[in-house]
């Protein structure tokens, strides 16, 4: 017997089976549910439709669902293939994503996420959006947090003061959002501008471009990236992967592509991903990847001054950075940002075999960021 809302009742045993496109239109409202943003059904079937690993895995499973006695969705995990390249070695990875149960089925998430790590074609599972609830479910299966990076803070910017207040007002569960945005605003004002956080533009010996889409750059980056640093795990990056990753954002316009040239070709650049919280009327833009081929951190900080300016501009909210390695975030101290606690460590993997597990276990093999995994889509 399981209780829920006061009231006892008898749940038999959900159906577990694979993921098929038909099942948008209900794994849709589950995750509203949750308050996951709402995506139409051509930016979730992207994930698979147009996904140049999926193509090349027929055998690959979307996903998971629990499916009642009534045949409603109640439980949820997405399987999205990754590649990923460690020197000449070509991985798959298996990114979850939407991991999501009814708390009359809660008992049965231990099922779903067994799904998930019991697959044969993936050498890495890579979960980047985990929560406090669901910490202990993959450290079960002995899911290792990734060993370097901040993963359980975040570094931000305020850049529209009034906006941010309004949402800060409207998280505590206050009335008059609008009448009192501005004098939130102004002591959120106030307070960074004492701790030296309130955005300027600065002064920049590097200037960088906006781009509206991905060029042959991209891939002129991505093979000299590999031949540079063929010790570290390194995402796909090429130009069709990058353009697969961020093609809704990107017609949305949701999505900033800041770049730094050396003449005609490319020697950094950084990816921003609009990834608001509709519950609060936050609207939030998000560094999701950063790539220097020299291996010059201090790059980050013209890249960030660019989408900070772009974000007072379009009214943004605030911009916000999480996973941060010790070198990105000793580069973008001067530009002095608050920062955050997260409610758990978000960044969970796991190597299927135990070379690659020895092996991924030394910091210096990885550079993660949010565009691995699920956080990037």
């Not at 698979?48 to 979307?62: D, G, K, Y």
């Not at 040239?261 to 609207?283: C, H, I, M």
């Not at 606690?341 to 135990?354: E, G, I, S, V």
Request: hydrophobic content about 40%; overall charge positive.
């Amino acid at each position: 017997m399981i209780t829920r809302n006061g009231i006892s009742s008898a749940v038999s045993e959900p159906k577990l089976r694979t993921v098929s496109f038909g099942d948008y239109e209900q794994i849709a409202a589950l995750g509203a549910r949750y308050g996951l943003p709402k995506e139409t059904y051509d930016e979730w079937a992207h994930l698979w439709a147009h996904n140049p690993v999926f193509r090349s895995l027929p055998e690959w499973p979307m996903g998971w669902v629990f499916e009642s006695q009534e045949n409603q969705i109640v439980g949820h995990v997405a399987n999205v293939p990754l590649a990923y390249w460690l020197g000449e070695q070509r991985l798959i990875a298996a990114a979850s994503r939407s991991v999501m149960v009814d708390p009359l089925y809660r008992s049965y998430s231990f099922q779903l996420l067994s799904q998930f790590f019991r697959q044969k074609q993936a050498d890495l599972f890579l979960a980047t959006t985990v929560n406090a609830q669901a910490t202990g479910l993959y450290e079960v299966f002995r899911a290792q947090r990734v060993p370097t990076g901040a993963w359980d803070r975040s570094a931000f910017w305020i850049t529209n003061y009034r906006g941010f207040g309004a949402s800060v007002w409207k998280m505590k569960a206050l009335p008059g959002k609008k009448l009192v945005s501005y004098p939130v605003g102004i002591s959120l004002w106030v307070r960074d501008a004492l701790h030296g956080r309130a955005f300027k533009a600065r002064k920049k010996s590097k200037e960088p471009e906006l781009c509206a889409s991905f060029d042959d750059r991209f891939q002129a980056f991505w093979q000299t990236l590999c031949a540079r640093y063929p010790g570290r795990l390194l995402a796909d990056r090429s130009r069709e992967s990058l353009e697969w990753h961020l093609k809704s954002a990107l017609a949305k316009k949701w999505a900033w592509i800041f770049t730094l040239s050396n003449g005609a070709e490319l020697s950094a650049y950084a990816l921003f991903v609009r990834q608001d919280n509709p519950t609060y009327g936050l609207v939030r833009m998000r560094l999701v990847d950063f790539q220097t081929l020299n291996g010059d951190s201090e790059l980050l900080r013209p890249l960030l001054c660019g989408a900070l300016e772009q974000c007072r501009r379009d009214r943004i909210h605030m911009l916000e950075a999480s996973g941060l390695t010790p070198e990105k975030h000793r580069a973008i101290e001067g530009l002095a940002p608050g920062e955050r606690t997260l409610d758990a460590w978000r960044y969970f993997y796991k190597a299927a075999q135990p070379a690659l597990a020895e092996r991924l276990k030394d910091p210096a093999v990885w550079d993660p960021s949010c565009l691995d995994g699920d956080a990037g889509f």
